[in-house]
């Protein structure tokens, strides 16, 4: 039996499903979540009492179903989001979280044409279903999403959609995608209900290599802080550990129950499952 965790503190403000959360590596105090009302909130967290505890800074409002997933760019400046509308949204978070420390970059973003002040500064569209999940590269210079229409596609920060893979794609829902932070290997890694994990070459686009071994569909992958491994997982219970550098499997882990989601610790190859 591995150590229990303890529960430190909850938060209360969506009124629907939460779809997903996410955290600024910059900001430790900072985090958005994703749900079924349609909305993005973000949240500072007060770590100073006995109990951890948070409130919501701002609620962002556009889309027009359901959010299915959040992601915050590396620098803590944006939040990416993806949804049942069939669109991605680009949201500009500096007026509420660091009004100060990025006012330098105003003439910056003018320049590019993005609004400034908590809102979305682009709209992303092309999937002809629901976005079911979305991420950043490691430099926040492109987007790649995944959605029900079977695509995965590769966007710039402008809302351009610069490549659609069709070749040798999932042959039912894309429900993960995400990048390698490696600058050796630089791959994209997506999965769906087809119960296969596909990685492809950022450069080209093309697959590089299926792995094959789910029994169900697979609702998460994510990849470790090197980029050399990639875990997943989802309806069979399993969480597949591979080997993005050699291209294999490597183990395969129990969570006795549907796998959620799943992320690594940014600092060391510990890899966290929520089940259920």
Request: aromatic residues 8%; contains cysteine; glycine residues 10%.
């Amino acid at each position: 039996m591995g150590e229990q965790m303890k529960l430190e503190g909850q938060l209360r403000g969506h009124n629907g499903w939460v779809t997903q959360i996410a955290a600024s590596p910059v900001y430790k105090n900072m985090l958005v979540s994703s749900s079924r009302d349609k909305t993005i909130i973000l949240w500072q967290l007060d770590e100073s009492g006995s109990v951890l505890t948070g409130k919501p800074l701002k609620s962002l409002h556009g889309h027009g179903h359901f959010v299915s997933d959040v992601v915050m760019s590396s620098d803590g400046q944006y939040a990416l989001s993806g949804s049942w509308d069939k669109t991605l949204r680009l949201w500009d978070l500096n007026t509420f979280v660091y009004p100060i420390v990025y006012l330098c970059n105003f003439l910056v973003l003018a320049k590019l044409g993005l609004a400034v002040g908590g809102r979305t500064t682009r709209q992303f569209v092309s999937h002809t279903k629901d976005v079911l999940s979305v991420a950043f590269s490691a430099d926040n210079r492109q987007i790649v999403s995944g959605s029900r229409d079977k695509k995965i596609k590769l966007w710039n920060t402008l809302a351009q959609c610069k490549h659609t893979i069709v070749n040798e794609c999932h042959t039912d829902w894309v429900s993960t995608v995400r990048f390698s932070p490696s600058n050796t290997n630089p791959v994209i890694v997506s999965a769906g209900w087809d119960r296969i994990v596909k990685v492809w070459n950022l450069g080209t686009c093309q697959l590089k290599t299926n792995h094959i071994g789910h029994g169900g569909y697979i609702n998460s992958v994510t990849v470790s802080p090197d980029g050399s491994l990639c875990a997943s997982g989802g309806k069979d219970g399993s969480a597949m550990l591979w080997d993005l550098n050699e291209g294999k499997h490597l183990y395969t882990l129990g969570g006795n129950d549907v796998i959620n989601a799943l992320a690594f610790s940014p600092n060391r190859y510990w890899l966290c499952a929520a089940v259920g």
